[in-house]
T-cell receptor
Framework: GENVEQHPSTLSVQEGDSAVIKCTYSDSASNYFPWYKQELGKRPQLIIDIRSNVGEKKDQRIAVTLNKTAKHFSLHITETQPEDSAVYFCAASIPNAGNMLTFGGGTRLMVKP | GAGVSQSPSNKVTEKGKDVELRCDPISGHTALYWYRQSLGQGLEFLIYFQGNSAPDKSGLPSDRFSAERTGGSVSTLTIQRTQQEDSAVYLC????????????FGPGTRLTVT
């Protein structure tokens, strides 16, 4: 089955700096890669996703890149703010297999004011 | 519109007892997923329902776990003879199905087995 690895497990940045979180996946059949943000005690919230037919997607301060050949994808947050502090999860899913998500282990991002 | 809802929000039970967790998906969403999140860990897939098709139970950790979805809407996850290692947050997600892959999560049920 699919296996998703996520790095780093914790990331501390200064407000205004950029943050990058990286994930690798094992199954080349995966074609959908969402990112979720989870604040303490809250539900995971979808913040951005990318499908395998594109290499990059951007939404304001957040961008995701995908390298299908290398089977890795990354989340980029620019101009970080304290409210970006949370745990971020990457995931991958395989079409025609229910689209159930296989999650990475999570990255705790701390943005210091 | 209303998002995914789950009940109860918290459940404390004694080891060996059975528990039922409920999920109300977003209206019209045909796909429903259950995941488990242990303390400080990522999310682990448990079971998936799509319309009236047979569920994909490949993620259930043991035969003590079962789930059903009545009328293609509400789902119940049942854990029989609970063990301490079952303690976790159980999250439900729903999706409108292809071509949309987005899954929207409920607030979860925090299960504590004492």
């Amino acid at each position: 089955g699919e296996n998703v690895e996520q790095h780093p497990s914790t990331l501390s940045v200064q407000e205004g700096d950029s943050a990058v979180i990286k994930c690798t996946y094992s199954d080349s059949a995966s074609n959908y890669f969402p990112w979720y943000k989870q604040e303490l005690g809250k539900r995971p919230q979808l913040i951005i996703d990318i499908r395998s037919n594109v290499g990059e997607k951007k939404d304001q301060r957040i961008a995701v890149t995908l390298n299908k050949t290398a089977k890795h994808f990354s989340l980029h947050i620019t101009e970080t703010q304290p409210e970006d502090s949370a745990v971020y999860f990457c995931a991958a899913s395989i079409p025609n297999a229910g689209n159930m998500l296989t999650f990475g282990g999570g990255t705790r991002l701390m943005v210091k004011p | 519109g209303a998002g995914v809802s789950q009940s109860p929000s918290n459940k404390v039970t004694e080891k060996g007892k059975d528990v039922e967790l409920r999920c109300d998906p977003i209206s019209g969403h045909t796909a429903l997923y259950w995941y488990r999140q242990s303390l400080g860990q990522g999310l682990e897939f448990l079971i998936y329902f799509q319309g009236n098709s047979a569920p994909d139970k490949s993620g259930l950790p043991s035969d003590r776990f079962s789930a059903e979805r009545t009328g293609g809407s509400v789902s119940t996850l049942t854990i029989q003879r609970t063990q301490q290692e079952d303690s976790a947050v159980y999250l439900c997600a729903s999706s409108s199905g292809q071509p949309s892959y987005e899954q929207y999560f409920g607030p979860g049920t925090r299960l504590t087995v004492t």
